[in-house]
């Protein structure tokens, strides 16, 4: 194992789409240049043997030690198939009962994810020794977490999270999905190739599906590729030319928390009682979407505000995932001349709006 590694992820900002994503529909979402940081490291052991330490200081966790051990035992003794994965790294669904096994331990859910990676990627059957870095090296190891994206706001904290925190755990197992181990592109320090990054995306989609229930999996592609896309599960992903930076964007913290589960499972229950109109509303969203990276695509910026109020209006009163925080901060910016979306499950977290070239605008929220 190397003795040190560290990588770091984006957060996202949904543009277009939302909600109606899990449903197959397109969404225009865009990386943003706020990123969370995960750095793995060998540490001494302790006379206890060696252990796991996670620091998350952004989230209020200063330190937690867990025994290696205890976690092996519990994990070998809950295992369910090949649920530990190949000498690739090859995926497979957390098993509930080594869910059920690390929840005992009664971590924070950051934790749990951190718990769950860690025992997964470097829990190797005897016969694969060489894998079962941490453990066999007798050395202890510390997980440090730090993020500018703040939690629970819709700007995929969770995800680059998860995104972070597989990459730099695979890369200190030395769990390679390339032929060559490494090939040229991960020789290079912090590279990662194609084959890297989609693994790196499938493990933090398993971990998306743990924090979320039934996510469409934008989080987690937009936190390991960057850039700005039209993600759909049905139709594939679009790399949008222009990119994010061609837009001038301002987003709003409401400061009230949302839980992305809840507000998802809102949006289902409300489909199951009227599958026609909410599905209508999803096609609504999904031409909404292509319109605005159609727009992106042409540099025709301009046409984004009235694609904006409409995309929010079917949020508020179609989807009902508003917030009276955010409604209040649409109507403020819209008497200043601006166009103010939801971005995410809503129900709280953040908005923004465009500030369009030539804009000059001075205001106080």
């Known amino acids: 194992a190397m003795e040190q590694v560290q990588a770091s992820a984006p957060g996202k900002v949904i543009l ?13 979402v865009g990386s943003l240049s706020l990123r969370t940081t995960v750095t793995v490291k060998s540490c001494c052991s302790h006379a206890g043997g060696p252990s796991l330490t996670l620091e998350l200081p952004d989230v209020g966790i200063a330190r937690r030690t867990w025994a290696l051990q205890e976690l092996v035992d519990r994990a070998l003794e809950k295992k369910s198939g090949r649920w530990w994965g190949d000498r690739t790294g090859a995926v497979a669904e957390f098993p509930p009962a080594l869910v059920a096994a690390l929840v005992e331990l009664k971590p ?7 718990l769950l990676a860690f025992v997964t990627l470097c829990c190797r059957p005897a016969s694969d020794s060489q894998r079962r870095v941490a453990i066999c090296s007798g ?8 993020s500018d994206i703040p939690c629970g706001t819709g700007l995929g904290s969770s995800a680059a999270f998860s995104v ?12 390679r999905a390339c032929r060559e181990s490494p090939c040229a592109v991960c020789a290079v320090a912090g590279g990662q190739c194609a084959a890297q990054r989609e693994l790196i995306d499938k493990w933090a989609f398993q971990a998306e599906k743990l924090t979320h229930g039934t996510p469409s999996g934008v989080d987690n592609h937009i936190c390991t590729y960057g850039g700005l ?22 987003i709003v913290n409401t400061r009230v928390p949302r839980k992305t589960k809840e507000a998802v499972a809102h949006v289902r229950q409300l489909r199951e009682r009227s599958p ?16 605005a990276a159609a727009a992106v695509s042409a540099s025709e910026t301009g046409l984004l505000p009235s694609l904006t109020d409409e995309n929010q209006r079917l949020l508020r009163e179609q989807l009902e995932v508003s917030h009276p925080r955010l409604d209040r901060a649409q109507t403020l910016l819209r008497e200043r001349g601006f166009h103010f979306k939801l971005t995410g499950a809503g129900c709280g977290g953040c908005g923004f709006f465009f500030v369009l070239r030539g804009t000059i605008a ?3 929220l």
Do not use: M, P, W
């Not at 050395?139 to 730090?146: E, F, I, M, P, Q």
């Open 164 to 175: 972070a925190l597989f990459a730099a755990l695979l890369a200190y197992g030395g769990v």
């Open 108 to 114: 924070h859910h950051s934790e749990l994810l951190t």
């Open 229 to 250: 896309i039209l993600f759909s599960k049905v139709h594939g992903v679009t790399t949008v030319k222009g990119g994010v930076s061609c837009l001038g964007l301002i």
């Open 276 to 291: 026609q109109a909410i599905n209508a509303t999803i096609d609504e969203i999904d031409a909404i979407s292509c319109r």
């Open 16 to 28: 277009f789409g939302e909600h109606a994503v899990v449903y197959g529909a397109r969404a225009l």
């Open 362 to 364: 001075v205001f106080h």
């Open 139 to 146: 050395a202890g190891v510390l997980v440090r977490v730090a």
